[in-house]
Structure formats: C-alpha cells, structure tokens
C-alpha cells in the first residue's frame, strides 16, 4: 500500500470515531461513562508514550536540532495548543449561560478545527515513519473517543435529535480526512521542518494528556478504580511503543 492510501485509511478510521458518540443512544449513560474512564485511561499513556518515546527522539534522530531547541518547540506546543482551546477549540461542558444553538454550533466547529489539526498530526507522523503512525493513529483514536461521545451528549441537549447528532458529528469528522491530504500534499514543503514539527505535535499530545485527560481521572478515587486506571495508563504506552521495541 503506497504511503497515500495509509495516511487516508488512517484518517478515515479516525474520522469513524465519530459515530463513538452513538453508543450514548444505544447503552446505558452511567454504564458508559464508568467505561469511558478506562478508554481515557489508555488515551493518557497512548498519547505520552508516542510524544516521549517516539515523536521527541525521533526529531532528535532527523538531525538539525539540538535538545534544548527540541524542549523549546514542544515547550511552544503546549502553549499553542493551550491557547487555540482557550479561545478556539471551545469543548466539553462550557457552555454556561449560552443560548442552546450557539453552543452546538460552537462544539461543531471546534470539533471541525479540532478534527483537521488530528488529520494533519496523523499525515505528518507517518511521512516520518508508518510505525510512528500507526502509534500515533492509534493514541489520537483512543483521546477522541470520550471526546466523542462527550461532544454527542452536549448536542443532544442542546436539542437535536439523536440522528442528526450522529450524522453532524461524521460530517464534520471528514475535516480529519481534509487535514491529512492537505498535508499529505504539502508533503515538499514540510519536510525541511519536520522535526519542528513533531516537537511541536509532542508538546499537543502531552497538553491534551495532561491538562485535557488526567483531570477527569481524579473524578473517582478509589484504591481499585485508581489501579484499573494505572492498568489501563501503562498498557497504552506498551501498545503503542511494542510494535517497534518488540515486534519489529
């Protein structure tokens, strides 16, 4: 398979996530948010493991960057992407005294924005390496899915019907697909930058790990729960670094 058709099997499997908020309409909701902390549980340790094992040594292994230059760009990812969610990427529950349709409609756009950048992330790391992104497919499928189907629950209640949820949802995932051939495209552009590019990729996922997804671990406090938790942190960051360390 050539290199183009992985990236767009990649984005759309990513862009299938959409239909994750669907579950809400077919299983119980408590059920599912007890589940959804173990999914997120796996985000956590997928997302840190590619940006700490994969993305950050493999920018120091293209050459052309020295480590602290290395921790200044994943340093300036972090606040670039804290400040496009601050003021763009305007999620979960926030939508205080807002009228009902301008808070959808700012949930779809953040996800259209949000969705795009994914795809962009997921074109660029495998035209580093296809098991860097494969890794990385898989911990931006794994952080999306809670986000999914918290974003389904937000439309829900802000008065669509479960089906146009559904079908606004996958429609503005297809931006995953956008994003990724786009940069796909400007593939001659980019190369020259890519180990910028992927310090500044690492600093998103450790922001998204830290400052998005371990918050909501801290909901429950129980001793097992807390272990289930570890269980689950641990096993992404295996799944993710195996098929290089150990597999291949």
């Known amino acids: 398979m050539t290199l183009f058709f992985t990236i767009l099997l990649a984005a759309s499997l990513q862009a299938l996530v959409s239909f994750s908020g669907a579950l809400l309409a077919i299983f119980n909701e408590s059920r599912i948010k007890q589940l959804t902390h173990f999914v997120v549980s796996f985000a956590v340790g997928a997302l840190l493991g590619v940006a700490l094992l994969d993305l950050i040594p493999e920018a120091l292994a293209l050459g052309g960057m020295e480590f602290e230059s290395l921790a200044f760009y994943a340093f300036g990812g972090i606040i670039f992407f804290f400040i496009l969610e601050k003021f763009f990427l305007w999620r979960h529950n926030h939508e205080g005294g807002m009228a009902r349709e301008s808070y959808t409609e700012l949930i779809l756009w953040g996800d259209f924005l949000h969705n795009f950048i994914d795809g962009a992330i997921i074109a660029l790391t495998f035209m580093v390496d296809v098991r860097i992104g494969?890794?990385?497919?898989?911990?931006?499928?794994?952080?999306?899915?809670?986000?999914?189907?918290?974003?389904?629950?937000?439309?829900?209640?802000?008065?669509?019907s479960r089906t146009r949820a559904i079908s606004y949802n996958f429609l503005v995932s297809l931006s995953t697909i956008a994003g990724a051939l786009i940069t796909f495209a400007a593939s001659a552009v980019i190369e020259?930058?890519?180990?910028?590019?992927?310090?500044?990729?690492?600093?998103?996922?450790?922001?998204?790990?830290?400052?998005?997804?371990?918050?909501?671990?801290?909901e429950s406090t129980s001793i097992k729960h807390t272990a289930l938790q570890l269980l689950f942190i641990c096993l992404g960051v295996f799944l993710v670094i195996a098929p290089e360390r150990f597999l291949l």
């Open 134 to 160: 494969i890794a990385t497919t898989i911990a931006v499928i794994f952080h999306e899915i809670p986000q999914e189907i918290s974003d389904f629950g937000i439309l829900i209640h802000g008065g669509m």
């Open 192 to 218: 020259p930058v890519l180990p910028y590019a992927l310090a500044l990729t690492a600093g998103n996922f450790i922001y998204i790990a830290v400052a998005d997804l371990i918050p909501e671990l801290h």
